[in-house]
């Protein structure tokens, strides 16, 4: 675990105080200087010990890419494995998941103002109060609390030995555990786990609709080739209320919502699309992947249109593919290597 000296926090501290909210962000050296509503920032994963990670930008206004936006502002890499970036306080932190590090930057021009280092195989960042947020791990064994005020590890919470995506709602953190047939639930005041909800093995993304229930999507058990599910579950009650099953030929991940939080979508080799009032998965694809290889996907919730990324060969750079609410195709842009993850900023 890193710690953080006397020196080190005071020159943090006067990094950050001296962001003014007043004055225009500078651009890095490509001359880019983002603001919110600008455009979307892609994680590009890049090779497993490539060294190769870069976050992309896609602009709204005229649908250009610049593919690396760490390594012009910081004269140095991102790292090896680009798993996510979340949004706190203003601040990117951007999880590079084989590095075992957070990079915490300004979206405005992708400075790095802090590296966060200390986990093991670090993959989402959920803020879970103004000074607190939890770091789901591969291999950690558990979940890292971090300090929001200093960004540096100040605990550990043992859940399970993968864990996954995070959601909070009613005051408690919701966390998958793939290898696990739970979903843990987190009390974050006292930093432990309170209760688990039986599932299926496999889960790899969560979403809370507009009627305040969770969503749980597995992709299912690959050891046993024991099938997936898509599971509504109360909040309150911590309890399943509805298990729609997949195949073995089935593999979906990528859980997301349109802005109403009446619709799902996910990934199942397709862009698939359903109801939160359905009572049965969808048949027909929403937007077939053709000869792409269909890998990240999210819904802007600005205008509905979808974000989905190709990740081609998973060796070569990828695409950025953005189609209408209607499923009409209407751009295709080359990103890094193994885009992911999309942000809308």
């Given at each position: 675990?890193?710690?953080?000296?006397?020196?080190?926090?005071?020159?943090?501290?006067?990094?950050?105080?001296s962001?003014?909210?007043?004055?225009?962000?500078?651009?890095?050296?490509?001359?880019m200087?983002?603001?919110?509503?600008?455009?979307?920032?892609?994680?590009?994963?890049g090779?497993?010990?490539?060294?190769n990670?870069?976050?992309?930008?896609?602009?709204?206004?005229?649908?250009?890419?610049t593919?690396?936006?760490?390594?012009?502002?910081?004269?140095?890499?991102?790292?090896?494995?680009?798993?996510?970036?979340?949004?706190?306080?203003?601040?990117a932190?951007?999880?590079?998941?084989?590095?075992?590090?957070?990079?915490?930057?300004?979206?405005?021009?992708?400075?790095?103002?802090?590296?966060?280092?200390?986990?093991?195989?670090?993959?989402?960042?959920?803020?879970?109060?103004?000074?607190?947020?939890?770091?789901?791990?591969?291999?950690?064994?558990?979940?890292s609390?971090?300090?929001?005020?200093?960004?540096?590890?100040?605990?550990?919470?043992?859940?399970?030995?993968?864990?996954?995506?995070?959601?909070?709602?009613?005051?408690?953190?919701?966390?998958?555990?793939?290898?696990?047939?739970?979903?843990?639930?987190?009390?974050?005041?006292?930093?432990?786990?309170?209760?688990?909800?039986?599932?299926?093995?496999?889960?790899?993304?969560?979403?809370?609709?507009?009627?305040?229930?969770?969503?749980?999507?597995?992709?299912?058990?690959?050891?046993?080739?024991?099938?997936?599910?898509l599971?509504?579950?109360?909040?309150t009650?911590?309890?399943?209320?509805m298990?729609?099953?997949?195949?073995?030929?089935?593999?979906?991940?990528?859980?997301?919502?349109?802005?109403?939080?009446?619709?799902?979508?996910?990934?199942?080799?397709?862009?698939?699309?359903?109801?939160?009032?359905?009572?049965?998965?969808?048949?027909?694809?929403?937007?077939?992947?053709?000869?792409?290889?269909?890998y990240?996907?999210?819904?802007?919730?600005?205008?509905?249109?979808?974000?989905?990324?190709?990740?081609?060969?998973?060796?070569?750079?990828?695409?950025?593919v953005?189609?209408?609410?209607?499923?009409t195709?209407?751009?295709?842009?080359?990103?890094?290597?193994?885009?992911?993850?999309i942000?809308?900023?």
């Open positions: 675990m890193l710690k953080t000296t006397i020196v080190t926090g005071i020159i943090f501290i006067s990094l950050f105080s962001c003014k909210k007043d004055e225009p962000p500078a651009p890095n050296s490509n001359g200087s983002i603001a919110p509503g600008d455009g979307v920032f892609v994680m590009n994963e090779n497993y010990q490539g060294g990670a870069k976050v992309s930008f896609y602009k709204y206004a005229d649908g250009s890419v593919e690396d936006l760490f390594m012009p502002a910081n004269d140095r890499p991102l790292g090896d494995v680009g798993q996510s970036i979340t949004m706190i306080n203003g601040y932190y951007v999880v590079v998941n084989n590095s075992g590090k957070i990079e915490v930057v300004d979206p405005h021009n992708f400075v790095s103002l802090k590296t966060i280092t200390g986990f093991t195989s670090p993959r989402f960042v959920l803020q879970v109060s103004p000074t607190k947020a939890y770091v789901s791990d591969l291999f950690g064994g558990g979940i609390i971090l300090n929001l005020t200093t960004n540096s590890i100040s605990g550990y919470i043992p859940v399970a030995d993968w864990t996954e995506t995070m959601l909070m709602t009613n005051g408690q953190v919701f966390v998958c555990a793939p290898n696990h047939d739970k979903v843990y639930v987190v009390d974050p005041n006292s930093n432990s786990v309170i209760d688990s909800i039986a599932v299926v093995k496999g889960g790899n993304s969560m979403q809370l609709d507009a009627n305040g229930k969770l969503w749980f999507l597995s992709y299912g058990d690959y050891a046993t080739s024991a099938p997936g599910a599971i509504r579950i109360n909040t009650t911590h309890t399943p209320e298990n729609l099953p997949f195949t073995t030929f089935d593999s979906p991940t990528r859980l997301c919502m349109n802005a109403a939080h009446d619709s799902l979508y996910y990934l199942n080799y397709a862009v698939m699309r359903m109801s939160i009032n359905d009572v049965a998965l969808p048949i027909i694809p929403f937007i077939s992947q053709g000869t792409m290889n269909f990240g996907l999210n819904v802007n919730p600005a205008n509905g249109d979808i974000y989905v990324t190709d990740a081609v060969d998973y060796s070569q750079r990828g695409h950025l953005r189609y209408s609410v209607n499923g195709l209407l751009d295709n842009k080359i990103v890094g290597v193994i885009p992911g993850g942000y809308f900023y």
